[in-house]
């Protein structure tokens, strides 16, 4: 079975342009995750999706993050415009509708914004 | 005060050590509690859960205090192949999604 794939693995550009950062889920989980790790510091969550819907998205960082998921199926992270401080690690995981706290991640778009 | 506070190590142990690592978490509303693992530059997995009544599986063994709001990982045996960083992580629904993760704290184990 494939795992959550997430692209690109690697992202250079410069402040102010736009990055969209793609994450195809494991098949079936209606679940899907967005976590940033910042360097330095620990992981933190961004938003979770319920199929198409977005559930929760109490940890995005303000407007110039958009998540969308259209079809329940992979999502997109788009960043714009891309700030310094906005260079990490971005994470998707997905799970499985009652599985609790059992994520599987992918290994991550690392972002770096000059 | 970081939601979920831990030793970030690095504990550097010789093969066939036990190594313990603990992790305090400041919202005593947490419901549950897992131990995930992340390999040098990867992706995280879930290591394990961590059950009131404290829970085994082959050499690692979970505890919870939720009275004093700790949570430990016990190793025994310890492999090369356990050097990783283990992250403590919460979440504040019975759910478990939002996950809350410590920083980590790294284990290099050498022979």
């Known amino acids: 079975e494939a795992g959550v794939t997430q692209f690109p693995s690697h992202s250079v550009i410069e402040k102010g342009q736009t990055v969209t950062l793609r994450c195809d889920p494991i098949s079936g989980h209606d679940n899907l995750y967005w976590y940033r790790r910042v360097m330095g510091k620990e992981i933190k969550f961004l938003l979770h999706f319920v199929k198409e819907s977005k559930q929760d998205e109490s940890g995005m960082p303000n407007n110039r993050f958009l998540a969308e998921r259209t079809g329940g199926t992979y999502s997109t992270l788009k960043v714009q415009p891309a700030e310094l401080e906005d260079s990490g690690v971005y994470f998707c995981?997905?799970?499985?509708?009652?599985?609790?706290?059992?994520?599987?991640f992918g290994e991550g778009s690392r972002l770096t914004v000059l | 005060r970081k939601e979920v506070e831990q030793d970030p190590g690095p504990f550097n142990v010789p093969e066939g050590a036990t190594v313990a690592f603990n992790c305090t978490y400041s919202?005593?509303?947490?419901?549950?509690f897992f131990w995930y693992r992340q390999d040098c530059r990867k992706e995280p997995k879930l290591l394990m859960s961590v059950y009131s009544s404290g829970n085994e599986d082959g050499r690692f063994t979970a505890q919870l205090n939720r009275a004093s709001q700790y949570i430990s990982l016990l190793i025994r045996d310890s492999k090369l192949s356990d050097s990783a960083t283990y992250l403590c992580v919460v979440t504040l629904n019975q759910a478990g999604t939002a996950l809350i993760f410590g920083k980590g704290t790294t284990l290099s184990v050498s022979s």
């Open positions: 995981a997905s799970s499985h509708s009652g599985r609790t706290g059992e994520l599987f």
């Open positions: 919202n005593s509303a947490s419901q549950s």
